[in-house]
């Protein structure tokens, strides 16, 4: 193996200057048929993005970039040799996953999630260690999604879920990136009018009207209304507790907010909920009955032969009703998160504040629902163009 000194390259052009090359600590080995780079009693065949040192320039740059990190005070050093190993917990592709895992609370939530892991995140990045990603690297990042003509708001949501991933491991990151704003036509809330939600309803059968009606008339998200428990309904109070979510097969303990909610018990879900706790719908004789939970009885409100309502049940059974509305009636394409954009638009039109259906809907912040969910009446914006109060 020959170090490769400042001396022995005297001939060749490197944009690093001499001065800095002679001040840099470590050096550049041959090895094979490319370079590595041994540093403070340690070596790397490979940069960050595990990319080989083919190029003497390269692992020189690579060099430079270590001693930049180096510093002898502990409160300004930077240098970490375990984010340029390949066997690190600090690996993009692994560390996402983690970051999935703990916030698994929402099962459209997680799919989109992964969805946008698999086909932006992994070729991009791949199992780079997530550190590492700087302002620079996410303009260009930002530049290679606009290659690609993605629309504005696809954009931007990407761009939500790495920050959200690299946010939820902050404390590990020296320097967190400065992230770009995107800016883009905000679409206007999709809604459903009492009619058109009938019109669906007519088809859903009669034992799933209970859990259906549950999401109409509070607007819960899904994994809420199947994550409900029993012990969560309390009549002495009058009161339904939203604490835990059903999601991918899991009970979770917590919300997407993770804030608990208390609901009130309204005279047009009491029957449903009665039924349900009664047993009325209860078959616990198939192999799916509640005892394959380790519980005699089910834990859960509302129930499919004691198992609660998945992704894939529920989504089956709108969908099943949704298709007959649409044939009979032309009824507009409804999806179940859209029951609850109405129920919260329908309680804006009726005059309700925008914190008091932030509190129901368990958002942490009522521009959230302004901005996505209720949407303002037409009506209430004639006297406005009239120019009348």
Known sequence: MKFLTPSTR???????????????????YRHRDGFRVY????????????????AEFYAYSFLE??????????????????RFKSKTPYRFDEAFELYL?????????????????????????????????????????????????????????????LH????????????????????????RIRWFTDKEINQVFEFIHQEDRGYFLFIRFYGVRPEEASGLLRKNVNWETGEILISTVYVDGKLKQRTKTMRERALPIIPEMEEYLRMNLAGKFRNLTGPESGASLGQPDSLFVFHVNGRPYS???????????????????????????????????????????????????????SRVTDRFYA?????ELIPIVRGKS
């Open 10 to 28: 005297r001939d060749k052009v490197f944009v690093i200057p001499e001065e800095v090359m002679a001040e840099m600590r470590g050096g550049v």
């Open 39 to 54: 540093f403070r009693g340690q070596w790397f065949n490979h940069d960050e993005h595990g990319r080989p040192f083919k």
């Open 65 to 82: 970039h270590l001693n930049s990190l180096y510093d002898p005070d502990p409160a300004k050093n930077r240098y970490d040799p375990s």
């Open 101 to 161: 895992s703990a916030k698994m609370n929402d099962s459209g939530w997680h799919q989109s999630k992964r969805w946008i892991w698999k086909k932006y995140f992994i070729p991009y990045f791949a199992n780079q260690d997530f550190r590492t990603i700087d302002t620079v690297q996410l303009s260009a990042f930002l530049h290679w999604l606009e290659a690609k003509n993605l629309k504005g708001k696809t954009m931007r949501n990407i761009i939500m879920v």
């Open 164 to 187: 959200g991933f690299l946010n939820h491991f902050r404390q590990a990151i020296n320097l967190f990136p400065e992230f770009p704003k995107i800016q883009y036509q905000q679409p």
């Open 311 to 365: 992704t894939h049940i529920r989504e089956n059974r709108w969908n099943e009703a949704r298709h007959q509305a649409m044939e009979k009636y032309g009824t507009r394409s409804m999806t179940l998160r859209d029951l609850r954009h109405s129920a919260a638009t329908h309680w804006r039109r009726s005059g309700i504040s925008l914190d008091l259906i932030a509190k129901i809907l368990g958002h942490s912040d």
């Open 375 to 379: 949407d303002v009446s037409t009506h």
